[in-house]
T-cell receptor, first 114, second 117 residues
Framework: AQSVTQPDIHITVSEGASLELRCNYSYGATPYLFWYVQSPGQGLQLLLK??????LVQGIKGFEAEFKRSQSSFNLRKPSVHWSDAAEYFCAVGARGNTGKLIFGQGTTLQVKP | DADVTQTPRNRITKTGKRIMLECSQTKGHDRMYWYRQDPGLGLRLIYYSFDVKDINKGEISDGYSVSRQAQAKFSLSLESAIPNQTALYFC????????????????FGPGTRLTVL
């Protein structure tokens, strides 16, 4: 069965430090992969997505993610974190069948220290 | 004005009560989804609708029902609420209807926090 795992439930980084959030997926074919962010009290917003082609994808707010097929990973990175990046981050994979259904990971809560 | 709105934003109810959560969108999208979010479990799909006459169960539909009253409105009902339905509920929409367009961005409402006592 398809699944998405985010190994880190909670991460704390200092403002200005680099960030990497891990995501591993289980899927037999080339997956459609997404990162969404949920700020407190708000709905989810798409940061970036990967369909095919260049394995390094750029997103909004200075985020990027790299697709590594050999590791079944799609880790999210940012070179320098800002206090406003504190939020919950979800990795998701498109479910089989081309229905648009998403399978989400458990989420990673990012705390930013001043 | 927000493109995807949910009402109510917060609701506390008692076991056995019937509850309806409403979602409206002004994006003109055909596809709408209901998810629930629980700590440590991420978001799980309850129901989804591709148009007014096409409604489908998601992975956790037991105990829930939905109604697609119009392209813009998609309601989620709990016929007899129970405490383990306490969660944050999200509605989402997207425009893609075929091919790779089905993987376009989903637009989420702000969520409804439901507590069942």
């Amino acid at each position: 069965a398809q699944s998405v795992t985010q190994p880190d439930i909670h991460i704390t980084v200092s403002e200005g430090a680099s960030l990497e959030l891990r995501c591993n997926y289980s899927y037999g074919a080339t997956p459609y992969l997404f990162w969404y962010v949920q700020s407190p009290g708000q709905g989810l917003q798409l940061l970036l997505k990967y369909f095919s082609g260049d394995t390094l994808v750029q997103g909004i707010k200075g985020f990027e993610a790299e697709f590594k097929r050999s590791q079944s990973s799609f880790n999210l990175r940012k070179p320098s974190v800002h206090w406003s990046d504190a939020a919950e981050y979800f990795c998701a994979v498109g479910a089989r069948g081309n229905t648009g259904k998403l399978i989400f990971g458990q989420g990673t809560t990012l705390q930013v220290k001043p | 004005d927000a493109d995807v709105t949910q009402t109510p934003r917060n609701r506390i109810t008692k076991t056995g009560k019937r509850i309806m959560l409403e979602c409206s969108q002004t994006k003109g999208h055909d596809r709408m989804y209901w998810y629930r979010q629980d700590p440590g479990l991420g978001l799980r799909l309850i129901y989804y609708s591709f148009d007014v006459k096409d409604i489908n169960k998601g992975e956790i539909s037991d105990g829930y029902s939905v109604s697609r009253q119009a392209q813009a409105k998609f309601s989620l009902s709990l016929e007899s609420a129970i405490p383990n339905q306490t969660a944050l509920y999200f509605c989402a929409t997207h425009a893609g209807t075929s091919g790779s367009l089905v993987w376009n961005e989903q637009f989420f409402g702000p969520g409804t926090r439901l507590t069942v006592l």
